[in-house]
């Protein structure tokens, strides 16, 4: 188990230029058709987006399946998978000796009492988000299964910012038409206005030698009401998707739903109110509704239907081509830092690392609240409490609400 999951356990290895990078997760339910051409776009998604450096250039990210799937279906054991690198040089890359500032330089220093940046840097590099993506693509196809869409998107780069109205909560029949804005948009947001100042940025940035940071946001839809838990500090759910998507290398900051602004409101300004639930749509069960979601989706650690809305803030990337100060660790000279090949901007390529980490805590959270062994099991269970969340709360017959 990782700490931030009850049933799914992720867990990844391989170095930035290592040989390959590989992702094992163990907990899946049997009998899910796995989409290895999902898999692979949802990595090629993390390939791209403006300001990533050459690498991504040269590599081609394609998953290949060790184990855990016969015929094309999960059998319920692990599931390995495995990202070759066409960069594996770690064997004969230089020595860094001018730890650079903000990132894990010299602080992998302190941790292993010796000089060996490169020794750290391997693992602590972004690289290491492939068999995350791989793992989130995967955990996606469980929830589509059950009706949840998990969609990442760029909400800022440096001072451009998409308005907060935009996209707003994101309905299920409105994903494909966002999914399309945000396909043309170069740093995966959803507004072409805001896309061409966004990239003006990263352009900016990389005219100064230097390097521009932003926010990302992920929205889940349609997550089964009452799937998280209030009782254990680490059950959490909104305490999970924190951890998950802080994280990401170069996550600093973490909101659900209103985030730093339900700080500076009043209570009547910030709870979402509880309504009747009014005329229905057939087929749509008879929870009350919510007519704002400052909360995000999540109330006492739990999911209350609405869409799950979480954001994270990363910060510049650290590693600048007209470099800070530091120090040479050989004489503890003053220095410049070091300098090797990097991305000016990665927010775009983040949102896509931040879209499977949710994948991963949500579906994680829905297999500990359905349990079973198999998708079947779980589908049967999921009908279950659907059927029972129906029925839960009565319609309200002197409001005029329909379906009764
Ligand atoms: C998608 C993505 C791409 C990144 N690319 C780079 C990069 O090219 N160069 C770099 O120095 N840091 C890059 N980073 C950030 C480093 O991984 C991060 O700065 C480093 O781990 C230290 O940050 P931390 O203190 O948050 O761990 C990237 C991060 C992400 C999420």
């Not at 302190?110 to 060996?116: E, I, K, N, Q």
């Not at 490169?118 to 299964?145: D, I, K, M, N, P």
């Not at 100064?208 to 926010?215: E, I, K, R, S, Y």
């Not at 650290?318 to 990097?342: F, H, I, Q, W």
Request: aromatic share 2%; with cysteine; glycine share 14%.
């Amino acid at each position: 188990m990782n700490e931030i999951t009850s049933r799914l356990s992720v867990r990844t290895g391989g170095e930035s230029h290592g040989k390959g990078m590989t992702v094992l997760l163990e907990g899946l339910p049997r009998g899910l058709t796995l989409d290895v051409a999902a898999v692979d776009a949802m990595l090629a998604r993390r390939q791209g987006g403006a300001g990533r450096s050459g690498r991504q250039r040269l590599e081609a990210d394609r998953i290949e399946v060790l184990g855990g799937i016969r015929a094309g279906k999960t059998l319920g054991s692990p599931l390995v998978l495995l990202v070759r690198n066409r960069d594996c040089s770690i064997e004969t890359l230089p020595e860094p000796v001018r730890p650079r500032p903000g990132h894990v330089d010299l602080a992998g220093c302190y941790r292993y009492l010796d000089h060996d940046i490169r020794g750290s840097l391997e693992r602590a590099s972004a690289r290491e988000t492939v068999g995350r993506v791989a793992a989130g693509a995967v955990c996606a196809q469980v929830l589509l299964h059950f009706g949840t869409s998990v969609f990442g998107f760029v909400r800022s780069v440096g001072t451009a910012v998409l308005p907060a109205e935009i996209p707003g909560e994101i309905a299920l029949e409105d994903v494909p038409r966002w999914t399309a804005q945000r396909t043309a948009s170069q740093l995966y947001t959803l507004d072409a206005g805001v896309d061409a100042a966004m990239l003006e940025e990263v352009r900016a940035a990389g005219r100064d030698a230097d390097t521009v940071g932003g926010v990302v946001e992920v929205q889940a839809l349609g997550l089964l009401p009452g799937v998280g838990s209030h009782l254990q500090w680490h059950e959490r759910l909104d305490a999970r998707l924190a951890a998950a998507l802080l994280s990401i290398p170069a996550m600093k900051a973490f909101e659900l739903g209103l985030g730093f602004a339900a700080a500076g409101r009043r209570g009547s300004a910030v709870h979402d109110p509880i309504l009747p639930a009014g005329i229905l749509p057939a087929g749509q069960c008879g929870l009350p509704r919510r007519p704002t979601n400052h909360a995000g989706g999540i109330e006492g650690g739990i999911g209350n239907g609405q869409n799950v809305v979480v954001r994270a803030a990363m910060k510049p990337i650290a590693t600048l081509k007209n470099p800070l100060p530091s120090v040479d660790l050989r004489t503890g000279a003053p220095a410049e830092a070091g300098y090797e090949r990097s991305d000016v901007c990665a927010v775009a390529a983040a949102s896509v690392v931040a879209e499977a980490m949710v994948a991963i805590v949500l579906c994680d959270a829905l297999l500990a609240r359905l349990g079973g062994e198999t998708m079947e099991e779980m589908q049967a269970r999921a009908g279950l409490g659907r059927a029972r969340l129906d029925k839960l709360v009565p319609r309200d017959s002197g409001s005029g609400a329909a379906g009764g």
